[in-house]
């Protein structure tokens, strides 16, 4: 049978491994629904749909493709559940990513020589827009918003002066490692005085906006937010946008097909949607539980020797934790890498960076205690240098179900 072949019998391994075995502490990673896994996997998977409602080789076409009704109403009803939820009047679910998510931005407000201010790689911003990335691909200038690193957040009002004096196009908030919300008046009230548009990317935090969490970024003034549907939110893998503005959303529409899209694959679209309505039948009581868990998994992690950083700051706000990797190395001989390797061998999955995150752990059903335990896991590989720690982690995930999620 085909299903005896070498990629089913690794995959059979993989889900075995990852959603039965492994405590999954990346933050930027989830469990999707059955339901969810379903749609992805359907029909839709091998459908176009390309709305033109222009005229192309002298003839007015609608939609480049026949057979589309039911992918375009499927469209239609994700986009207004995306919405609801985020609380916006315009929205695309198009972008296959994050990035290209931010890509589109950048894209629909900046022309060449523009120059946008971000969060610094070394505060944490994420690295897609660092000079050398989207901002060299699309010739832009690129400077750093003023950083307080003790707090771990934008000086909002060191940035505030910095946007006055140099009007920038476009200011992005957001960041690959964050763990406060932002102090956002400051900075559109800057914005407004010099016609600079403030982005938002959302990536890391959209699960938790999206579940009444973390920060409302449209209400409190952001212009347009972006982000990936796999982190917080609750997959699968892929972008969206949303804005108030209906300038920003036609030229962001402008820049979809043909410039960052082709096929936008409609079985990811219908997978999202049925996301969406778990996030806005669960996405309260899932935000509010990530967040309590984050506190606890890294109290209990800074008590037992595993240093984590801001305790002075209750550590976190968000699904994230940040480890304190220069100490930890200092103390045990072990750096991240090396930390994310041994972790792994006991079936613990961390990335390489120090990052820990509580979302999917969250989604399977842990609650603050089991952070404990979590954290003592943690502690018995890195502290007490245990092997075979995993024979306790396997048992210990025997007693969960996934959650927040239609039964």
């Known amino acids: 049978m085909a299903e005896n072949n070498k990629i089913f019998s690794l995959l059979a391994e993989h889900t075995q491994w990852r959603t039965k075995e492994c405590i999954n502490l990346i933050p930027s990673e989830n469990a999707a629904s059955p339901q969810v896994l379903k749609l992805l996997g359907s029909d839709l998977s091998n459908r176009y749909t390309l709305n033109m409602n222009t005229k192309i080789h002298n ?7 026949g057979g589309t009704k039911f992918t375009d109403a499927i469209e239609t009803e994700t986009e207004e559940v995306c919405k609801s939820v985020f609380n916006a009047k315009y ?8 990035h290209i998510a931010g890509l589109v931005m950048l894209l629909a407000v900046c022309s060449p020589k523009d ?3 971000i969060i610094h790689a070394d505060h944490g911003g994420y690295d897609g827009y660092m000079p050398d990335y989207m901002p060299k691909f699309l010739n832009l200038e690129v400077d750093y918003l003023p950083f307080l690193e003790t707090e771990w957040n934008v000086d909002s009002e060191a940035a505030a002066k910095k946007i006055r004096e140099g009007k920038p196009r476009l200011v992005i908030l957001g960041a690959s490692f964050i763990l406060y919300p932002y102090d956002i008046k400051p900075m559109r009230e800057a914005c407004d005085e010099v016609d600079a548009i403030l982005g938002y990317d959302g990536s890391h935090v959209l699960g938790l906006i999206g579940g009444g969490e973390f920060q409302k970024p449209l209400l409190e003034g ?3 937010v972006t982000g990936s549907t796999h982190k917080t939110l609750f997959g699968p893998q892929g972008g969206l946008i949303i804005t108030n503005r ?3 959303f036609k030229n962001v529409s402008s820049k979809l097909t043909w410039y960052t899209i082709d096929n936008a694959h409609q079985n990811r679209i219908a997978a999202l949607g049925q996301a969406l309505l778990e996030i806005k039948e669960f996405g309260g009581a899932y935000a509010k539980q990530v967040i309590s868990n984050s506190k606890a998994l890294a109290a209990a992690l800074d008590d037992s020797g595993i240093h984590v950083k801001f305790k002075n700051k209750n550590y976190t706000e968000s699904h994230q934790v940040l480890l ?3 100490q930890i190395e200092s103390e045990y001989n072990i750096n991240s890498m090396e930390l994310s390797n041994r972790l792994e061998a006991e079936n613990i999955i961390i990335d390489a960076v120090g990052r820990l995150g509580t979302n999917e752990m969250t989604r399977r059903g ?3 205690e089991d952070m404990v335990t979590i954290a003592q896991f943690v502690k018995r590989v890195v502290v007490d240098k245990e092997k075979m720690v995993k024979n306790d982690v396997i048992n210990f995930l025997k007693g969960f179900d996934l959650e927040y999620c239609f039964k």
């Open 59 to 65: 003839v007015f076409i609608k939609n480049a493709y």
């Open 91 to 98: 929205c695309t679910v198009k972008p296959l990513s994050g």
């Open 115 to 117: 120059w946008i201010l």
């Open 222 to 224: 952001v212009d347009i």
């Open 246 to 248: 209906e300038d920003l």
């Open 324 to 326: 304190n990797i220069d």
């Open 366 to 368: 842990c609650k603050e």
